[in-house]
């Protein structure tokens, strides 16, 4: 599956997964930034534009915040390789 799957598109396809998820719970970026730590706006805007590589810790606190497991949250689907 990994194989053919760079890192551009992982993280670009990970930050939309993100900011849908955000978005489904009526949150904005502040929001989501105060619940995992208080990482400001821009950088959840990085994250979800997919410029930033989210360490372990941050996909926890994510993962966490979401109400879902790590392995709900990065398990998505990669068929928009955009």
């Known amino acids: 599956m990994m194989g ?6 992982y993280l670009k396809n990970l ?3 993100i ?3 955000r978005l ?4 904005n ?7 995992i730590g208080g990482v400001e706006r821009q950088s959840v805007s990085r994250l979800e534009n997919g410029h930033h590589d989210p360490g372990s810790y941050t996909l926890i ?4 915040a979401f109400g879902m ?3 709900e949250l990065i398990d998505f689907d990669f068929s928009a390789k955009e």
């Open 29 to 35: 970026q502040d929001t989501l930034g105060d619940k």
């Open 4 to 9: 053919e799957i760079t890192k551009e598109i």
């Open 61 to 64: 606190l994510l993962a966490d």
């Open 15 to 17: 930050g939309k997964r």
């Open 19 to 21: 900011s849908t998820l």
């Open 24 to 27: 489904e719970r009526g949150w």
């Open 69 to 71: 497991t790590l392995k």
